[in-house]
């Protein structure tokens, strides 16, 4: 495959293997048993590697196959609106809303306006920019929109967590409590401990359309699942 054509199409189940070993490409599934085939990223050490998911470089379809997946997966908590968290997870979170049958979505950001409120706002990392300060916003004229209601936030992938316990202390510092938290990808079990260090059990309340392991490099220079 080039690098461009990752993402970009849904196999049918059974299109390629699952386990075993994987070279450059690892295979995901959908809980339909449909395939996504995305690309291996190797980490600093050279000894581990993940899967790697980037929404808004997918396709259509792909994107509104994950976003009604995700929905499915939610739509049993019956939310009033959904909240996407910056930058690629508001490409999924108005996919899912939209799914859903929403008019409207909230936009979570990290571009200030004049009119934002600085103790609106919380320090945003994540393991994709890991090296870039941010600061992630509401905008105080959408807090009608959440406050009182039931509440999904929406990210294209939960990894290092790091992203998902910003956008949760956010909405904390809101008087706001999500039903539900959701991602196209599960990378990982990395961020269980994080998200709840806390100590409210946020992780029961995680959903994602797929999950993908940390790999682990072989002596061919494969990858394997733990």
Request: contains cysteine; aromatic residues 6%.
């Amino acid at each position: 495959m080039q690098p461009h054509d990752f993402w970009q199409e849904l196999h049918p189940p059974r299109s390629f293997p699952t386990s075993g070993e994987f070279r450059d490409i690892y295979v995901a599934e959908l809980p339909d048993g449909r395939q996504l085939r995305l690309p291996i990223r190797v980490l600093a050490d050279g000894k581990n590697a993940l899967a790697s998911l980037i929404i808004n470089q997918a396709s259509f379809s792909v994107q509104e196959a994950l976003a009604q997946a995700l929905a499915e997966r939610i739509a049993a908590h019956d939310v009033d609106v959904v909240a996407g968290l910056p930058t690629l997870g508001l490409t999924l979170a108005s996919a899912v809303a939209r799914a859903l049958g929403h008019e409207r979505y909230v936009p979570l950001g990290t571009s200030r306006k004049f009119w934002y409120r600085e103790e609106l706002s919380v320090s945003l990392s994540s393991i994709t920019t890991p090296n870039q300060e941010k600061r992630l916003y509401i905008d105080p004229r959408m807090l009608p929109l959440l406050q009182g209601k039931r509440v999904a936030l929406i990210d294209d992938v939960i990894s290092s967590g790091a992203s998902i316990v910003s956008g949760l202390e956010l909405l904390s510092a809101c008087a706001i409590e999500p039903l539900v938290i959701g991602a196209a990808m599960l990378q990982s079990e990395r961020w269980r401990e994080r998200v709840d260090a806390s100590g409210k059990i946020w992780s029961e309340r995680i959903v994602g359309v797929f999950s993908t392991p940390i790999l682990q490099k072989v002596e061919d220079g494969g990858w394997r699942r733990p």
